[in-house]
């Protein structure tokens, strides 16, 4: 059975990769692209690496006829996200890519994004897109936020070792490093090959980037008391890709073992042999999420390291996972493609 | 139905190629891996890119039971290739990478490779691998010898203005920018990261490199008379892609339209619109090739521009087009992967 | 003795790397920096890696006393250029690095830039820059027009040729490739890393480069006849640097001893042994040209490959070299640094 | 007055480094390079991009003359180092840029380089070669060891940190991303191009890197009890620069306080004001470190960030800075160079 799939913003990154990995996906079928600014455009014009596939004309939002839309996936920039999607059918089955639905909390929202949540009650009923661990909310949602790329790494390098106690709360420390592709194709002078390519630098170092607001939302709310993570990322010259080096107080055998066990039967999340670590381009441009164990000379520490495509399992392809599940067709369905590699 | 498929060669850049577009491919299975100095190894320990793959344990040469293989992919290095596919069950369907099996005239191969080649039977009976050109020889081969990933780009180019005559056969330059995962995994000084990242240089120029020997056998014996080209290939600072800027003296909108009238049923070969360019990075990762035409000022100068992945329409990709000829499979079956950006 | 500079449009690649070059000059001393829109700031704000040295604040070129002012480089878009040259005061000693300057003929200028030129007396009074063929002209002038960067490249290869005569006039091609710095630090998509990195492209082609205006009037001046060139010029991932690879007819051997003997005395400018090719990591940040000829398989026809930093040689140190000429100060002074490498 | 220079194993990347640096210091003056297995070739054939110097041949170290040389660097790989800096003149002055004299305590030599150390009594003679904290040492000492590149980082960081007690000595962590030349030009898979572009990893994590011997040996000597901290570098995609981020216990704005206090007059160590962090890019190709300091959102959690430039000041730079202590000459000498950008 083939659904008709609709992609909001389909002129960013995320809307691109949305359209690469539905190409390949035996049940989806694309039946309107939105780009409001190159309204009008073929999606050719706008991606040329696209130009191969027979693609709807991009379109503004307000021309697309959804009684013909079986699912939205929404790559919008947040805040205008909110508008977009209380503007839209209230029975439309929608994937969010953005932040506007990830927190929980409206006065979570505020702090983080420095304005008043419009969509209050959207919010409400939206589900964490996180599908290992939202499995079945995601499969009867008709709202899945998509989460942070790098909330998505640091949680699946973690969540299992906090649900079941086998570290230390209060000592949780994430240095990220990041590809380019998760700042978007904005226009700012830090983002060109000039002065990106060749060097390395931390950005919203000391505890202000907005995925904190994620880790603390979930990680609070799986270990039942408030956990505060440390969060340094770190922007790297590569396009694609995020390495999370996570540093934890446990043992690192039974740090591995938990994940190992939690992991068995997931087909996307792979956990390496012990003392195996993971490299960014053993993943890129899959939906695989790579994790390795190491334990420190320090007895006690352990050091837990995932890697993942920020715009594959990091975004879009996390959302086609999620609009599987919604729509009724097999998990990992149009999602198995290899990395690539060189 | 599913075919057999063995990979004698495994552990470079082509041969991963081959297990990467194949795991996505509904008719082949691969039933067999070798690599001599790895034998033992599991193909994820040598591409931990390919570990989420059931894949065979990694064999010599001489322990594969070809019996049960209805078409092996021969990724070895050259004159090792004429040994081993000697040695091969002589009803066993191949497809050769190397460079072994392109050139019809064994004085051309030691011309070009620099010592006689030890199986002329076989280089007789092999069919040139360029699919587009040779595709009723193809269906029927049982040894197809792959091209050059350069030679390919350039005749994708130029193949049709030669044959139909429309461009000067004494003037044609090609001025090709290549990516380095063409020059294989082998460990030299200059394809260090330290080294050949942010620069470029030459390479084989003056006539010297040996994907000349196919050009010239190629374009002269669709020309009818000696054809040769001129052709300056250079490095660049990217893993994959080829750019071959081809200057013909010609009419540009016949140059153009000779183009697009020959490909316009071509799966995998797009010729853009008039004065439009294509880039590498459009066709990373994907079996397309793209080609765009612009005219010079200075009237009757034109230049076309061919853009291709080197391992996938270049050398692996290319290979498995010509399986799915040689094996009853529809042609583009496997290959429909979109390019990946960014 | 040391004489005071300044330099206008402070805030640009080429700006910036005035300042580098200056701070090891010992007869220069920076006394003003301009750039309007970051006026009151300070040149470790907008650029981190000179903070080390102690600089101006940056200004508004109208808050410049210019009476304390030996020369100026004016580091400006072109147009705006024109404007701003025009207001200074007569008597000062100006190095231009934009294109307002670099054409004799208003005609010229207008047909490249599309508009008219607005101050067509300066235009005439300027001195091409190129200083290995202006040296004499350029120490006694008021005004100097810096060279395009790819258009200084290509002249290296060309120049001694044509004034000798040993090549074919009608038929001279440059295909070029630039690294990204020669844009400049603008803000366009094309520009950015996720989209430049791992891949190449042709822009301008087809005769469309402006500084084929400087080809042509520089080629035509010296032949005494009109020289009309192809040129095609390729954006690369790399930050800096310009290899032009020059296709001509003409012996290679004479080629080659002709540049040799040129360029014999030049302390710049370095011809190769014959048929060694240079590589533009070998003159990265230095304001050295190395130039390499080689003969192709092709009798009469031959390939001279020229390499240059764009920001150095290419611009900002050819500039300074002029400054040196024009204040009486030894060529070569604070220009000997060798390149970086890796 | 001109000092002589030897530099034994000049076709590295810190031996070419050497000579860059060299050829702009007024006061050495290069008289014997060595590379074994290159004796007899030109360095312009080893590493074209210094061919516009006059340097003598490649000899074998057992050829040269060491009665005329003032100062010999050694840019040898361990273990050979042992070997040749015994049998060199007991009254030459030697700066070591290997691992071989770092470590005090023969036992600590033997536990991370995995053999004995067979030149004990050199090895009592050596003073560790962190200029800014061994000044006086160096200024009068025979041999000096170069630190390790990621052990100079780190230290900078560090050490007023730990000398003043105002951070937790037993959880100190440094998270580091280094360039690839600090591998140095050995032929590697995972060196390639191909291979490391695109991506990164963490490596010799857990506690085992070597550098971690000279961390534990400073650390505690300065702390006066056991320090041990955890390490974890990472490989990054550039050719040049270190940046460790290091997380401590301690007020942020002491920690910030003691660092600038402590380097207000160090020529190369520049503290950024306070939450303003360093970019490896800033300092690409110079001897310039430059240290940032924010605060975690959690109370009493504070990182620090160090960068710097591993050929120069993690190695050559050092080394010369303190060559010019020995020889008494002004310490910045030759070493003011502008950091290069983009």
Chains 1, 2, 3, 4 share one sequence.
């Not at 932040?99 to 939206?126: C, M, N, S």
């Amino acid at each position: 059975m083939t659904h008709k799939i609709a992609i909001l913003g389909a002129s960013g990154y995320t809307g691109a990769e949305l359209v690469r990995l539905i190409a390949s996906h035996p049940e989806f079928e694309i039946v309107a692209l939105s780009a409001d600014r190159k309204a009008g455009q073929s999606m050719a014009s706008v991606f040329p690496f696209l130009r191969h596939l027979s693609l709807p004309t991009l379109q503004k939002i307000d021309e697309i006829d959804f009684s013909k839309v079986d699912l939205a996936f929404c790559a919008l920039p947040h805040a205008t996200t909110q508008v977009v999607v209380s503007a839209l059918p209230r029975d439309l089955k929608i994937v969010d890519l953005s932040a506007d639905f990830r927190l929980r909390d409206p006065a979570e929202y505020e702090k983080w994004y420095g304005q008043p949540h419009t969509a209050v009650d959207l919010q409400a009923e939206a589900v964490y897109g996180l599908t290992e661990f939202y499995r079945t909310e995601i499969a009867s949602a008709r709202l899945v936020a998509g989460t942070g790329c790098n909330a998505a790494t640091g949680q699946f390098a973690l969540r299992p070792l906090i649900e079941t106690g086998v570290i230390d709360l209060d000592n949780i420390l994430i240095d990220l490093k990041a590809g380019v592709s998760g700042a978007g194709r904005s226009l700012k002078e830090n983002l060109l090959h000039a002065e990106l390519s060749g060097g390395t630098h931390a950005y919203s170092a000391g505890g202000k980037h907005r995925h904190l607001g994620e880790f603390d939302q979930e990680f609070s709310k799986i270990a039942g008391r408030p956990v505060h993570i440390q969060f340094t990322p770190h922007l790297l010259p590569m396009n694609r890709g995020i390495l999370a080096t996570t540093y934890v107080q446990g043992d690192a055998a039974t740090v591995h073992a938990t994940l190992a066990a939690r992991y068995a039967d997931e087909p996307f999340l792979e956990v390496l042999p012990f003392a195996t670590l993971p490299s960014t381009r053993d993943i890129a441009g899959s939906n695989f999420c790579h994790i390795g164990v190491i334990g420190d000379r320090i007895p006690g520490k352990t050091i837990v390291v995932a890697a993942l495509d920020n715009l594959t399992k990091g975004s879009s392809g996390q959302a086609i996972q999620n609009a599987n599940l919604m729509l009724g067709v097999a998990e990992t369905t149009g999602l198995m493609l290899a990395p690539i590699f060189p």
